[in-house]
């Protein structure tokens, strides 16, 4: 085992993975993340802990994974290129290993115009696959990109994004193998409302092998209004959402309900269909619909990772 994690063992058997999201506040209150993981434990395996989302300043990832861990929640703590270069990438993944993380998603990080302070510099010192590079040879070699031993390596289970619906889609995978090759252990994707699209992604994603080598947890967000569907269709780079949803969402006498039955459908759609190991969900502020996502998706209770 690479992290000795709940969802590095659950994934190695088998299981149809959930995972889902905690956003650190826009302050200090750490009883803020605490009650969000009180309220989501146990209905998914282990949840992503952003990291300055959408270029915001928030609570540090790593600190809020830590209150993840003091509830009992396991965490995917975030990191971005954004704001780091390698010398603190390398330290803050010591520092979250000391401190009990397991799992690590490396991403390359909204850039900052998109933020409330698009004044700040970028520091992308290294993308996102460079940086799986880091952390693996951390990991698997013992030592530092510069080649000094560590004495005491960091377990953790890499992941990575993927977005599907860019195009050209045979670059797309062409980047998913590079990543895989990088390092990720795990993979999260855009969210998911155009599924013949989706599904001509992994077409070619399995006719190159690269879905043997990974974990493919397919996104999904539960819309919770007619304007948020057309908001991600309009204004949210890389994400693709048919008009026969955008449709269905402003037709409906109850759009949230709407939203919870197109949610539940994708969710259908997506189990055992070869190459996807799970799912990722997304209750972009809307965590309270995730009890009731699970449950109803018959995704209840969750299994227990073996030892």
Known sequence: MKSDGSLERLLADGEFVVTSEIGPPKSADGESVRRKARLMKGHADAFNVTDNQTAIVRMSSLAASLFCIQEGVEPIMQMTCRDRNRLAMQSEVL??????????????????????????????????????????????????????????????????????????VELGVVRLAKKVQAGADFIQTQAIFDLQRFEEWMGMVRSRGVDKDVHILAGIIPLRSAKAARFMATKVPGMRVPEEVLERMEGASDERAEGMRICLETIEELRGRPGIAGIHLMPVNWESALPEIVERAGLLPRPQARR
């Open 95 to 168: 520092g979250a290993a000391a401190l009990g993380v397991k799992n690590l998603l490396c991403i390359t990080g909204d850039h900052q115009k998109f933020g409330n302070q698009p004044q700040s510099r970028n520091v992308f010192d290294l993308d996102s696959s460079q940086q799986l590079m880091v952390f693996k040879r951390m990991r698997d070699e013992g030592e530092m990109w510069c080649g000094d031993p560590i004495e005491t390596p960091p377990r953790m289970f890499l992941g990575a994004a993927a977005n599907p619906f860019a195009d050209p």
